[in-house]
């Protein structure tokens, strides 16, 4: 049984091809239909994906993607595959089910994405039962790349940042306020902009203003988000995503903090999918 796995975001796309328990890692553009007509996803696969893979026979295919939980975007996907991988079983499915694969197996737990977005949901061992979505990188993504990037610049603009740190951020960017504000409000993919900034909060960890904007912004998350399930003070609370990743000190310490359990921590995903879809 030769299987061919998918997680995909808007920028760039990770496939794995696991055959007989081996597995090959390949990297192709970002597939999403918000951006990509079926013709485009069609032509990207044949391009991209089909000389990597040469003349191999897919049995099954498991893809993973933003914005997935709508219906014509994961019939688009699905067609597409299906034109390139004719004798091939396809399954597309949404992010937050990668993540909960990925974390929790077939296990019950939360499953949690801190990336440039945010998202969670309560897996039932088999599928997502519950949700809260992040709302976006304006309305929420509470404890997100995006979100905590907006803290970083509001402290510099606000002029919060002691002066140390605002040297350390002129030093670290070569930006200004013009700028700034041209990027979030008038270019497009402000979200991922926003997000560059959270390297200023890894690069400075230890002074108390940036320990601050990471803690609050993580507190955010489990306030909005994780005291909505009941399941919460029961279950293992599992992250994915660089976010989480990049700072699973401050959510361990989060969650010492409320007696949750933390489980798993992966930077991405194809590491659990690959042990789910052996």
Not at 76 to 82: G, T, V
Not at 137 to 163: H, N, P, R, W
Not at 235 to 244: E, K, M, R
Request: charge should be positive; glycine fraction near 8%.
């Amino acid at each position: 049984m030769i299987k061919l796995l998918a997680d995909s975001g808007a920028t760039k796309c990770e496939w794995c091809l696991l055959v007989n328990g081996k597995y090959t890692l390949i990297q192709t553009q970002g597939i999403s239909p918000y951006f990509l007509t079926l013709e485009q996803i069609t032509a990207l696969l044949q391009k991209e994906l089909l000389p990597k893979i040469k003349k191999v026979k897919v049995d099954e295919i498991y893809f993973y993607g933003t914005g997935l939980s709508n219906k014509n975007n994961v019939a688009i996907i699905k067609k597409a595959l299906k034109k390139v991988f004719a004798s091939s079983s396809v399954e597309v499915n949404d992010d937050l089910l990668a993540a909960a694969r990925a974390l929790c197996g077939n296990e019950k737990g939360i499953a949690c994405i801190l990336g440039t977005g945010c998202n969670s949901g309560y897996f039932n061992g088999n599928k997502i039962v519950k949700n809260s979505p992040g709302l976006g990188y304006i309305l929420g993504d509470e404890g997100s790349g995006a979100y905590l990037g907006k803290k970083v610049i509001q402290y510099y603009l606000y002029k919060t940042f002691d002066d140390d740190l605002m040297v350390r951020f002129d030093k670290a960017f070569n930006t200004n306020k013009n700028e700034i504000l041209d990027s979030v409000y008038k270019k497009p993919l402000a979200n991922r902009y926003l997000a560059g900034f959270t390297k200023f909060l890894v690069d400075n960890r230890g002074h108390y203003m940036i320990e601050n904007i990471i803690e609050d912004g993580l507190n955010d998350f489990f306030y909005n988000h994780l005291y909505k399930y009941r399941e919460s003070w029961i279950l293992p609370i599992n992250f994915v995503g660089s976010v989480a990743f990049g700072f699973k000190d401050v959510l361990k310490d989060l969650c010492n903090a409320y007696e949750l359990e933390l489980g798993k921590v992966l930077k991405k995903p194809m590491t659990g999918l690959i042990n789910f879809h052996k």
